[in-house]
Nanobody, 129 residues
Framework: QVQLVESGGGLVQAGASLRLSCAAS????????MGWFRQAPGKEREAVTA????????YYADSVKGRFTISRDNAKNSVYLQMNSLKPEDTAVYYC??????????????????????WGQGTQVTVSS
């Protein structure tokens, strides 16, 4: 199936920027939606942002609007997350995910982890005060 690998995480101070990358390999398709999720210790996995195949439809959690930007390059089988003005509350393991089975994820469920069938191993982002 599709394999996803995240990179670009690290330790930064509040206000700094990071750019995460997610590379897909194996049996890949260009016609699936992808998203970024994050999980802090003791907390549930939460959606950060999602993007449809065309790249023209993007969605953001309220907590990151205006600070984070998702993009994709289907020719490179990659999706990116530009994170600016990082805050300590952004500290988490960040995962990329893909929906490779459905032609379209309904808007009402695009932020649900269950809507995605392929997941990366995660990359740690730590933001100090």
């Amino acid at each position: 199936q599709v394999q996803l690998v995240e990179s670009g995480g690290g330790l930064v101070q509040a206000g700094a920027s990071l750019r995460l990358s997610c590379a897909a390999s194996g049996r890949t398709f260009s016609s699936y939606a992808m998203g970024w999720f994050r999980q802090a210790p003791g907390k549930e996995r939460e959606a950060v942002t999602a993007i449809r195949w065309s790249g023209g439809n993007t969605y953001y959690a309220d907590s990151v609007k205006g600070r984070f930007t998702i993009s994709r390059d289907n020719a490179k089988n990659s999706v990116y997350l530009q994170m600016n003005s990082l805050k300590p509350e952004d500290t988490a393991v960040y995962y990329c995910a893909a929906d490779t089975t459905k032609p379209y994820i309904p808007l009402s469920t695009i932020f649900l982890p269950a809507s995605y069938d392929s997941w990366g191993q995660g990359t740690q982002v730590t933001v100090s005060s």
